[in-house]
């Protein structure tokens, strides 16, 4: 799955999806997509990811209290 990273705007293909909807881990092992070679996988912040339309993530996968938080 690509994500794009919002503070540089970089695609990201991210390699661990279990930690990505995992909403009690705060960071996702991701490969930048830039340049002409795979990148290292590295682990990022989940917070600085969102999709590449902009979209930020959905609150389940990054808050696991969100049901109990009252609106």
Excluded: I
């Excluded at 009690?24 to 339309?53: C, I, M, R, W």
């Amino acid at each position: 799955m690509f994500l794009k990273e919002a503070r540089t705007g970089d695609l990201v293909d991210v390699v661990d999806m279990a930690s990505l909807v995992n909403p009690f881990s705060q960071h996702v092992t991701v490969q930048y997509q830039s340049g002409e070679d795979l990148a290292e996988p590295v682990t990022v912040d989940k917070h600085n990811l969102s999709f590449p339309s902009g979209e930020n993530l959905p609150e389940c996968w990054v808050n696991g209290y969100y049901r109990l938080q009252q609106k």
